[in-house]
């Protein structure tokens, strides 16, 4: 499959991946106007702040000159071309059970983008979490790969749902709760945190019926993700309205009610981080 040519309907399968992943929100600066997918964005954690790279195929400021086997290795494994370990902010921790098709149709489409010349912005990130080869130890302590099959017992939407939710839209690196080094508590996978993105809190979206969204519908997800409204009227801010008006608003019906029938199935977990 590696190294096959490129077709356009390569690429337009590849846009739909990309809004999947919310690839433009991450790659692009958009409070300094910055060209699409070209980096600069300022991602701030608890750990300090990273500025995303150039996606575009620039050959010398972006990923122009990798091969399907050096872009796969990176989304999926955390690895860069000249073997440097990125850092976790980057969620390839989650995009690591992305489909061999899925992971070539974005690049197909990244590289029939216009090339940026954008060179990338150190990370002020604090010693020793600055240092690259620390990132190894990382994954041994944090780092398991996916994608697991598809679970016979379950209907096709069910493990679309899955697939979509764990890997492909990566709702767990904001919703689930870290510890101090940064791995995710898989006990409490999208039980919600106060230390998300920028900071800002990030809701609870297992079925518990008090602290999380057990008493929404499906249509109440689906209408979430489309308009960012809750089933209350209020709407959704921040990286998550981001989410939705970059790529999640763009999805079918179909994959869209498969992430319903997935939130709804998972184990409910009680946790409140709401404001009050």
């Not at 979206?205 to 209020?234: A, C, E, H, M, Y």
Request: glycine fraction near 10%.
């Amino acid at each position: 499959m590696y190294g096959s040519p490129t077709t356009a309907q390569d690429i337009s399968r590849g846009a739909y991946v990309a809004k999947m992943a919310g690839c433009i929100s991450c790659h692009t600066d958009f409070e300094g106007e910055g060209p699409s997918y070209a980096g600069g964005r300022a991602l701030k954690t608890p750990f300090g702040t990273f500025y995303s790279p150039n996606i575009t195929p620039d050959l010398e400021t972006g990923i122009g000159s990798w091969t399907d086997a050096n872009f796969s290795r990176a989304l999926r494994e955390g690895v860069s071309p000249s073997g440097q370990h990125y850092f976790p902010v980057f969620p390839y921790t989650s995009y690591t059970g992305l489909s061999d098709a899925d992971v070539l149709d974005l690049k197909a489409f990244l590289f029939s983008l216009e090339p940026v010349r954008r060179e990338a912005l150190p990370h002020d990130v604090r010693f020793p979490l600055s240092l690259r080869f620390a990132q190894f130890f990382w994954k041994l302590l944090f780092f398991d790969r996916w994608p697991e099959p598809n679970d016979p017992a379950q209907s096709s939407e069910w493990n679309r749902g899955r697939y979509l939710v764990v890997a492909a839209t990566h709702c767990g690196e904001c919703h689930t709760p870290r510890n101090f080094l940064g791995g995710v508590r898989s006990r409490m996978f999208l039980a919600g945190t106060t230390d998300g993105p920028e900071g800002a809190r990030a809701p609870n979206i297992t079925p518990d019926p008090r602290t999380g969204i057990g008493n929404w519908s499906q249509s109440d997800i689906v209408n979430l993700l489309q308009t960012g409204f809750k089933p209350d009227f209020d709407n959704v801010q921040g990286s998550m309205e981001e989410a939705i008006q970059h790529g999640l608003k763009d999805l079918s019906r179909a994959d869209l009610y498969a992430i319903a029938i997935y939130l709804k199935s998972i184990p409910a977990v009680v946790n409140d981080v709401r404001v009050r």
